[in-house]
């Protein structure tokens, strides 16, 4: 399993990042690789072209409806719809809060039926219900932002040690809950956000601090910790060290581009 970096800025795109965005690929018995998105924020789409072909991924995950997790579904429909080597051979999945569909259809201003159903076989997340895509297994939970946003929790088969199983956890949008930490548990990698920063964003039920970040990766007791969806006014430095405070074990920032081999 390799987790690639597509775009890891917090809320909006920033100079060096697009908006929120993972590419999530692991072979199967059969050495087919899969691919599967996790969010595809503002300016996600340009990147994640230099990592896979747009037609070979095999499903997307939108943990919320958010502009900065979803929005770059508009282009991805308009690169499969006008393809001049003609259509993809079946529509693409994808996974998303109630409504997806309508709410795609909207952004782009189209009639809603058929909107980009004919590009994309949407799906709506259930709370606790396996998605299983190939050798990976996901499972969604609910978590506390608000709005209807889900965190994910990846098993799947490890590129590092073959014949292993690994484990990612990715919190989505979230300030702490009792299901974050759920999905967390012994993660192999936690890719967590935390937008906020101590004192400074004193609201509640919305975002992470890289404290509670921290603390969430000592509590769910991960392997190692990966800090994203830092809004560009953010300090990462002052980041990583709230995390710290909390968390013993490697702590990194996400940044455009990398990959982690799982
Ligand atoms: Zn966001
Ligand atoms: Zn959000």
């Given at each position: 399993?390799?987790?690639?970096?597509?775009?890891?800025?917090?809320?909006?795109?920033?100079?060096?990042?697009?908006?929120?965005?993972?590419?999530?690929?692991?072979?199967?018995?059969?050495?087919?690789?899969?691919?599967?998105?996790?969010?595809?924020g503002n300016g996600a789409l340009g990147?994640?072209?230099?990592?896979?072909?747009?037609?070979?991924?095999?499903?997307?995950?939108?943990?919320?409806?958010?502009?900065?997790?979803?929005?770059?579904?508009?282009?991805?429909?308009?690169?499969?719809?006008?393809?001049?080597?003609?259509?993809?051979?079946?529509?693409?999945?994808?996974?998303?809060?109630?409504?997806?569909?309508?709410?795609?259809?909207?952004?782009?201003?189209?009639?809603?039926?058929?909107?980009?159903?004919?590009?994309?076989?949407?799906?709506?997340?259930?709370?606790?219900?396996?998605?299983?895509?190939?050798?990976?297994?996901?499972?969604?939970?609910?978590?506390?932002?608000?709005?209807?946003?889900?965190?994910?929790?990846?098993?799947?088969?490890?590129?590092?040690?073959?014949?292993?199983?690994?484990?990612?956890?990715?919190?989505?949008?979230?300030?702490?809950?009792?299901?974050?930490?759920?999905?967390?548990?012994?993660a192999d990698l936690l890719l967590s956000e935390a937008?906020?920063?101590?004192?400074?964003?004193?609201?509640?039920?919305?975002?992470?601090?890289?404290?509670?970040?921290?603390?969430?990766?000592?509590?769910?007791?991960?392997?190692?910790?990966?800090?994203?969806?830092?809004?560009?006014?953010?300090?990462?430095?002052?980041?990583?060290?709230?995390?710290?405070?909390?968390?013993?074990?490697?702590?990194?920032?996400?940044?455009?581009?990398?990959?982690?081999?799982?």
């Open positions: 399993m390799r987790l690639t970096v597509i775009g890891c800025s917090g809320s909006f795109p920033g100079p060096e990042s697009p908006a929120s965005s993972y590419l999530l690929q692991a072979e199967d018995e059969h050495d087919r690789t899969w691919s599967v998105v996790l969010d595809l990147p994640l072209q230099a990592h896979v072909r747009l037609q070979d991924v095999d499903g997307v995950l939108l943990s919320h409806l958010h502009a900065d997790h979803c929005l770059d579904l508009c282009g991805y429909y308009v690169a499969l719809k006008y393809d001049p080597l003609g259509p993809r051979d079946g529509r693409i999945p994808v996974w998303g809060p109630k409504g997806t569909a309508r709410r795609m259809a909207h952004a782009y201003d189209l009639h809603p039926s058929p909107g980009m159903s004919e590009e994309f076989d949407f799906r709506t997340l259930d709370d606790a219900t396996h998605v299983d895509i190939g050798p990976l297994r996901i499972l969604p939970r609910r978590v506390n932002h608000p709005v209807e946003a889900y965190g994910f929790r990846v098993e799947g088969p490890s590129t590092a040690e073959p014949g292993e199983r690994r484990t990612l956890a990715y919190t989505g949008d979230t300030d702490s809950c009792a299901e974050v930490e759920e999905l967390s548990q012994a937008a906020f920063h101590e004192g400074r964003d004193t609201t509640r039920g919305i975002h992470l601090t890289g404290l509670r970040a921290g603390q969430l990766a000592a509590k769910a007791d991960v392997k190692s910790l990966v800090l994203t969806h830092l809004p560009p006014w953010n300090d990462p430095a002052l980041t990583v060290e709230e995390a710290r405070g909390a968390f013993g074990g490697p702590i990194e920032l996400a940044q455009p581009g990398a990959v982690h081999v799982l």
